[in-house]
Nanobody
Framework: QVQLQESGPGLVKSSQTLSLICTVS??????????WSWIRQPPGKGLEWMGV???????YYSPSFKSRTAISRDTHKNQFSLQLSSVTPEDTAVYYC????????????WGQGTQVTVSS
């Protein structure tokens, strides 16, 4: 059973960079044809896909976040991470990491989510 766990600061100040880590257990982030995403949900809004890193380390970002987002990975620790720069209170959200097989639309595993609040 694959498990994903987000970790990072719960409170970030405006203009700073938010850094989150997703630790994966029960499976490898280099498993062929798997993609590892960051998704967030602001209060009262729907899910927003932010970006993904694939099994072969390719990255893709939502145009909404591309200019200030970076996703990377550490294969030794079986982790992938999110950096979101120049945050504002509008970046307050629950941040999730999730995995899916490339070519399949639905996600098969999700982390429990981590609340991040950006203070002004």
């Amino acid at each position: 059973q694959v498990q994903l766990q987000e970790s990072g600061p719960g409170l970030v100040k405006s203009s700073q960079t938010l850094s989150l880590i997703c630790t994966v257990s029960g499976g490898s982030i280099t498993t062929n044809y798997y993609a590892w995403s960051w998704i967030r949900q602001p209060p009262g809004k729907g899910l927003e896909w932010m970006g993904v890193i694939t099994y072969d380390a390719s990255t893709y970002y939502s145009p909404s976040f591309k200019s200030r987002t970076a996703i990377s990975r550490d294969t030794h620790k079986n982790q992938f991470s999110l950096q979101l720069s120049s945050v504002t209170p509008e970046d307050t959200a629950v941040y999730y990491c999730a995995s899916r097989r490339i070519g399949v639309s639905s996600y098969d595993y999700w982390g429990q989510g981590t609340q991040v609040t950006v203070s002004s």
